[in-house]
């Protein structure tokens, strides 16, 4: 083989190597040197900061005491408020202000200013008017400058013959917390002093520090080098004064070499790199021109785009990159397509079969052909599967298995489907529920059809799946627009499931049995309420008898929950007069019972809880009764009621001449005892004995009203409607 490709290769790159190597060395070394640059750089911004601190210690130390002094001290009360020069007290003003000096030796010098007779105490005493310092206080007097704050840098001389000095002042005013001042104290900090007290805090000849007031104005600086030329590694900024700070190296030579030094190999470093780059740019090209018009190639002819797929390390892996792209991308497109038909028909479907959007006839058969649907006949009818007991559903299987599971019931479908020579388009609706509009053949017997197949799918799913189904079935149709009827019918008999049973299919005949079927269930449930509230016996026969209401008529889900929820009111009204204990009773009922509506599943069921949980309040309610003496007295009233109903005489006072207690007692015993007053039970006694003659006699109204004790039709038949809702009349007919 010929070796004259290796030497070419050879010695192309072996200069791209030294290069790499010496570039590894220099940032080795490099490293190191960025390290101590960094450690300089934080020292500085360390002292920076103790700088700071320092100097807003000592002067918010003397500004404090400055206060303090201000607030308490007698000395300056009895200066400002003497009413004329008083030698004493002067001198008195003059001992505090050198106690300050004494302990603040950053102080350079202090006076005191009266406003009232302009006359100034301490450094450069005399009248305002010869004070050597009147231009600076000036403004402060006029009050155009508040008092209380550090001023710039500025030259301070108590006396003219005196060589001025650099000075930083606090002006404080007199009293403190009030309009009318009576005078001012001026201290003035020397710039020298708060220098030599900061100095030995770091190296003059290593570090500079610079402090410069808010105006810019230099208050320290000991570096030696012009501002533009210093290198700054630190900058701080007080939040006491607003004076900035700033620290590096103090001398601009050798140090500011040394501390730029990374910078500058870092940038000879890319410069190496950037010239190994050309070079190998350029070796590459002219060695692999052949390879390069080949890639030319692949790019010309369409076959991928330089900036899509894998291109490799070279042109090499650009070729491998192009076929390895072209397969992803076309495995890709294809199960991208996928997912987007399964939801688009999905969509479609809900669209169709809930009329949502107006589709016309040939677009719903252009649909069946878009979605490969091939109908087995033109008769169809839908199908709405729902499982039974979803909530257990849900706790009981994790989401994976759930989805699982869902799509072996979506088989089973099509499977049983198929095996009856029926076609199928089922989708999942909602979590619990799914549709399917099922296709038979034209020769069959679809109605035989709709049952069979939807009785192999709830037996099958009974005997391999630890849950059940139960389907509702639709009207045989033959069009789109009743393909909707057939899914509306389909899914309203779910709704009848909680009379007709779980796990079974339901069918459109069921119905019709109830449709005329007319029952008085509020009444059932008054009956049940007042039995309930009395602790009696029949309770459990007028439960009996509203389930046996409910399933007659085959009562929907919505309309099972209406009941319930009327006899929770009637419950709650016939015990919300009574006592506290009858009340707390039904408290721990009624939540029950509450919680009972949210969970039920069946008629069957309900009926169950409901028994369980009245069971257990009429005991508690027995117990509460058997514990009152008055329950023998009420007991034989009750009865004695029940007995004579029919007498028009009876009243409160004639029950209180037959048994000798006041009427207002046994109108409370009895309100206490019952949950109703002696006028609403009698009349509701009454009614049922009424309601019971129109229907097993056929006796003439006004003689039943004669025999429930009612001489006046008009008073029977106004008492009859407010407790039915109907005239005698029609209660009997409509009963019939």
Avoid at 148 to 175: C, F, H, M, N
Wanted: hydrophobic share 40%; aromatic share 10%.
């Amino acid at each position: 083989m010929n070796s004259n490709w290796f030497r070419k290769l050879l010695l192309s790159y072996l200069p791209v190597f030294f290069v790499v190597v010496t570039i590894l060395f220099v940032v080795f070394f490099q490293t190191l040197n960025e390290q101590n640059r960094k450690e300089a750089i934080k020292a500085n911004e360390f002292l920076a900061q103790q700088v700071v601190r320092f100097t807003d210690n000592s002067l918010k130390t003397l500004d404090y005491r400055i206060l303090r002094d201000t607030l308490s001290t007698a000395e300056l009360r009895k200066f400002f408020n003497a009413k004329s020069e008083d030698v004493y007290i002067n001198m008195q003003a003059n001992t505090l202000m050198d106690d300050w000096k004494l302990n603040y030796s950053i102080i350079d010098s202090a006076y005191l200013i009266r406003l009232k007779d302009d006359f100034v105490v301490g450094d450069g005493s005399g009248i305002t008017s010869d004070f050597v310092d009147k231009p600076f206080i000036e403004p402060y007097i006029e009050q155009k400058l508040p008092p209380g704050k550090w001023t710039g840098k500025r030259s301070y001389k108590p006396y003219k013959a005196e060589k001025a000095k650099d000075v930083i002042t606090l002006v404080q005013d007199y009293p403190h917390f009030t309009t009318e001042k009576k005078g001012y104290i001026v201290v003035n900090v020397s710039l020298s002093k708060l220098k030599a007290s900061v100095t030995p805090m770091y190296n003059p000849n290593l570090t500079f520090v610079r402090i410069s007031d808010k105006l810019g104005s230099s208050l320290m600086d000991d570096s030696t080098v012009s501002e533009g030329n210093r290198t700054v590694l630190s900058h701080y900024v007080s939040p006491y004064t607003g004076w900035e700070v700033e620290s590096g190296p103090a001398d601009s030579g050798l140090s500011r070499l040394v501390l730029n030094f990374y910078s500058i190999w870092v940038i000879i470093a890319i410069v190496a790199v950037l010239l190994g780059v050309i070079w190998v740019v350029h070796v590459t090209r002219r060695n692999y021109k052949p390879i390069s018009q080949l890639v030319s190639l692949i790019r010309t002819s369409a076959l991928i785009k330089p900036e899509d797929g894998k291109t490799g390390d070279n042109e090499f892996g650009f070729i491998r990159g192009a076929l390895e792209h072209l397969m992803e991308e076309t495995t890709k497109t294809r199960e991208q397509n996928k997912e987007t038909v399964i939801l688009k028909k999905k969509h479609r479907f809900n669209e169709a079969i809930e009329g949502r959007v107006p589709i016309r006839e040939t677009e719903w058969q252009a649909d069946l052909l878009t979605y490969h649907v091939n109908p087995a006949g033109s008769k169809a009818f839908v199908y709405v599967l729902e499982i039974d007991r979803y909530q257990q559903f849900i706790e009981t299987y994790h989401h994976q298995d759930q989805s699982i599971l869902k799509f072996v019931i979506t088989s089973v479908m099509q499977e049983m489907s198929a095996l009856s020579g029926a076609s199928v388009w089922a989708e999942w609706i909602v979590d619990s529920k799914l549709a399917a509009i099922v296709w038979v053949p034209d020769e069959a017997d679809a109605n035989a059809q709709s049952v069979h197949i939807g009785e192999q799918i709830v037996e099958w799913v009974r005997g391999n799946l630890s849950f059940t189904v139960t389907i509702g079935s639709g009207a045989i149709v033959s069009s789109l627009e009743g393909i909707r009827s057939s899914y509306e019918l389909a899914g309203n008999l779910l709704q009848y499931k909680a009379v007709l049973g779980t796990g079974r299919l339901l069918q459109p005949s069921e119905l019709d049995a109830s449709k005329f079927r007319v029952h008085d269930y509020f009444g059932t449930i008054h009956s049940l309420s007042q039995a309930i509230r009395l602790a009696e016996s029949g309770w459990k026969k007028h439960l009996d008898e509203l389930f046996d209401q409910i399933q007659d008529s085959i009562s929907s889900r919505k309309e099972i929950e209406s009941f319930l929820q009327f006899l929770h009111q009637q419950l709650s009204r016939v015990f919300v007069e009574l006592s506290k204990d009858y009340r707390n009773v039904w408290k721990d009922a009624g939540a029950e019972l509450v919680e009972l509506g949210r969970n039920w599943e069946t008629a069957a069921e309900l009926k169950q809880g409901c028994t369980q949980i009245f069971e257990a309040a009429t005991d508690r309610l027995q117990a509460l009764k058997d514990s009152q003496r008055t329950r023998a007295v009420i007991g034989d009233i009750r009865a004695y009621i029940e007995e004579h109903y029919a007498n028009p005489e009876l009243s409160l006072d004639h029950l209180s001449d037959k048994f000798n207690i006041h009427a207002k007692n046994i109108s409370k015993l009895f309100k206490e005892e019952s949950g109703g007053n002696f006028v609403d039970f009698l009349i509701g006694l009454r009614m049922d004995k009424a309601k019971q003659l129109l229907l097993s006699t056929d006796i003439s109204l006004q003689e039943i009203s004669v025999q429930v004790g009612y001489f006046n039709y008009n008073s029977f038949n106004r008492a009859f409607k407010n407790v039915a809702g109907f005239s005698p009349s029609d209660y009997r007919k409509q009963q019939k």
